[in-house]
C-alpha cells in the first residue's frame, strides 16, 4: 500500500545507536554512594568473639580500634602492639582526631585485668573517650 520512496542515490539507514552515558552516569553515581555509606573496619584477620550487651549503642565519631584477644595480645590495624606500641598509636591518633573515640574490642574471654590494663595505657595517653565494644545482645528472654 504505501512503500518508501527514495531518490536516486539515498540509502536508507537502518542503525540505532543506543547512548550509554546516562548508565554510565548512573553507574558511578551508585559506586559513589555505596563507597560513602559503608563502613570499613580495620580488625581483619583477628577473629575476636566479643561479649554481649543489651544497652549497646553505634558512636558516630572517629574511633581507633584495639583488638584485644583472650590471652591479653593487643592489635591495632591487624598488627600486634606491645604497652608502649599501644600508648604510641592512641598519642598518635589523637594528635591527628583531637575529637576521636578509642574503641576497645575484647574477646568474651578477655580476663578483666587485660582489659583495665589498656584502658589505662589509652587514658595515659591523654584518651577521653572510651568505649567497650560489644555485639547487640541477641535471644534475649526478658521475664
Not at 563507597?35 to 544497652?55: E, F, M, R, Y
Not at 584502658?119 to 528472654?141: K, M, N, S, V, Y
Request: hydrophobic residues 45%.
Amino acid at each position: 500500500m504505501f512503500e518508501s520512496v527514495r531518490q536516486y542515490g539515498e540509502t536508507e539507514d537502518t542503525s540505532v545507536a543506543v547512548d550509554i552515558a546516562p548508565l554510565i552516569d548512573i553507574v558511578f553515581i551508585l559506586l559513589i554512594f555505596f563507597l560513602t555509606t559503608t563502613t570499613l573496619l580495620k580488625d581483619q584477620g583477628i577473629p575476636v568473639n566479643q561479649p554481649a550487651a543489651g544497652s549497646s549503642v553505634n558512636l558516630r565519631t572517629s574511633q581507633l580500634r584495639i583488638v584485644l584477644t583472650g590471652s591479653g595480645q593487643r592489635f591495632i590495624d591487624g598488627s600486634f602492639v606491645d604497652e608502649a606500641g599501644c600508648k604510641a598509636a592512641v598519642e598518635r591518633f589523637l594528635r591527628s582526631v583531637p575529637e576521636g573515640s578509642v574503641i576497645i574490642v575484647p574477646d568474651q574471654d578477655t580476663a578483666a585485668r587485660h582489659l583495665v590494663d589498656v584502658l589505662d595505657i589509652a587514658r595515659q595517653a591523654g584518651a577521653e573517650r572510651l568505649a567497650i565494644a560489644t555485639r547487640p545482645e541477641q535471644d534475649r528472654i526478658n521475664f
